[in-house]
């Protein structure tokens, strides 16, 4: 891992997660090689801005309390995948002191796709195959390395900048878990409702096809603008336990068969069925989007 510290926080708050918040921080170089073993140098301490930017992640070790291997996890496999791929958020960094742990990762200042959704409504075909391709790259990159994500979602899909689509990166590995075999199952009830597949909530044991599920809700999302499963009050929708939803009119009346026919496949009640990351690459709908030389990990 390269060393980015000393850092500053610029103040600028990036986002607040289920464990800490995420801040702006900026490197810099120190006057009179003064030492200081605080992390995150003191701003009194004369400090010149080298311009570089990051996101830190602050997760205070009270509240991740009960929790701590989900976070060691997403450390872990960070430190292992995250360089691996172009649309990972790269971990830099990783230290921590007492009371906190602190990760410092690429600094995706365009923000969350959700965001952009919200602005726009929904999509264009194109956009949204273009956006899916590049998670599925991804997504076949993790499960080739048999790790799990179990929160593919807008809000963990953050752009690096706003300049163009293909900017798009996936973060936020605090529920991955790598697999110690391909086939391993997981059985532990994890994940943002309104994207989790049906084994889970039946506990039937699960693995890969839980990210093709997720893909298929948000797939779903990006073109219409509400969710194939509705969540009330917290409780999943019982329709979600046999897949059961509908491309409904008139919202779905100009948007392709291919597309229909992308998410159908992805949300097939058997995991089995569904197609894997890198059969969803092969989909006709996939030839949507704009092709783009040299993309890929
Ligand atoms: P949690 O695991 O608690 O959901 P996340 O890693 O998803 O935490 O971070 C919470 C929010 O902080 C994200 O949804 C995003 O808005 C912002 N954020 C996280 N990582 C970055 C980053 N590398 N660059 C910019 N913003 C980020
Ligand atoms: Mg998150």
Known sequence: MTTVKPLAATGRILGNGTFGTVKE????????????????HHP???QISTGEKYALKVINKNHMRGREQ???????????????HRHIVTLHEYFETPNSLYLVLDLCSGGELFEYIMEKGSFYEENAAEIIRTVLDCVAYLHENNVVHRDIKPENLLFRSKDSLSQLMISDFGLSKMLETPDMMLSTKLGTPTYMAPEIFLHKGYGK????????????????????????????????????????????????????DFIS?????????????????????????????????
């Open 209 to 260: 096809p839980v990210d093709m599920w997720a893909i298929g809700v948000m797939t779903y999302f990006l073109l219409c603008g509400f969710f194939p499963f509705a969540l009330e009050g917290g409780i999943v929708d019982e329709k979600v336990l046999r897949a059961e939803f509908y491309f409904e009119e008139p919202y779905w009346l100009d948007i392709s068969s291919e597309a229909k």
């Open 44 to 46: 009194r301490i004369p």
């Open 70 to 84: 989900l976070v060691r996890n997403e450390v872990k496999i960070l430190k292992e995948i995250s360089r691996g």
């Open 265 to 297: 496949k992805l949300l097939y009640l058997n995991p089995h069925d569904r197609m894997t990351a890198v059969e969803a690459i092969k989909h006709p709908w996939m030839s949507f989007a704009p092709i783009q030389l040299g993309d890929g990990s």
């Open 25 to 40: 921080a900026i490197k810099v170089t120190l006057d009179n090689n003064i030492i200081v073993n605080n992390p995150l």
